[in-house]
């Protein structure tokens, strides 16, 4: 997690996020790509890189001094990192493509190995720019995506919570998970099966316990927590365990387990208080 993509449309919920990237990248040794997508009118003569092409009028007038705005709080933000985490490389970028071409191909061109993305509590959409794009990026990234609701003052992780019904594809959030305990290395694991009834405790703490056997994990929780709904249950389970952060898998299709139908992990991460990790299975 040491290569970090934040978007940012210079609201509350993406500075927070931007400030909660700048903690991890402090703890990780990484670096920070700030990514805003302008996205000027169709008729407007301006080029990707933000300047005027061919014959233009007032409107692109405008339109290129509304991006001229945007690059000056862009470098508003990378004097305030220079502030709040000095040691950490952060590099600007301004693209003039919608969100969902151009933070998939900054995925991928620039090698990112975390996407933190900033949203807004309580609703099924958020005031993040990305709007209905914050949950695609979620199911769709080929790299695991922070979520960020509130204000992250110090993000230190003392209670850890994994999400799962421990079925095989929970394998695939180890690695995150194993980079997560090297970064907050007094982190407590809380392994989560949500279920309907105690009648499935027994089941999901067996397969709990042979998930850490298997992976090697000795300072943990084993929680089995009763909701009739997952996507609920686990918020509430966070709130109640004062968890610092929730890990969690989403799929960009049809899901296998119960954790990953729908939109569980999607809303878990746009719904819960804590900060998100979804990993894309």
Known sequence: MKNVLVPTDFSPESRYAFEAALQLAQRSGGHLLLLHCFVPPIDSHISTTGGLVGNHGLNDVYVLKSLQAVKRRMHELMAQAQELAPGVPVQELVLT?????????????????????????NTSWTRFFLSSYTEQIMRDAPCPVLTVKHPVNNFDVRHLVFASDFSAEANQAVPALQQLLNLFPDAMLHLLDVVPSAGHHARALEAIHTFAKRHQFS?????????????????????QAHADLVVMLTHGRSAFSHLLQ????????????????????
């Open 97 to 121: 493509e919608e969100p969902e071409t151009a933070i998939p191909e900054t995925i991928r061109e620039r090698n990112i190995d975390l996407v933190v993305l900033g949203s807004h509590e």
């Open 219 to 239: 300072h943990y929780e084993p929680d089995v927590f009763d909701s009739p709904r997952v996507s609920t249950g686990i918020p509430r389970f966070a709130e």
């Open 262 to 281: 729908g939109s569980i992990s999607e809303s878990v991460a746009l719904h819960a208080a804590p900060p998100v990790l979804t990993v894309h299975v």
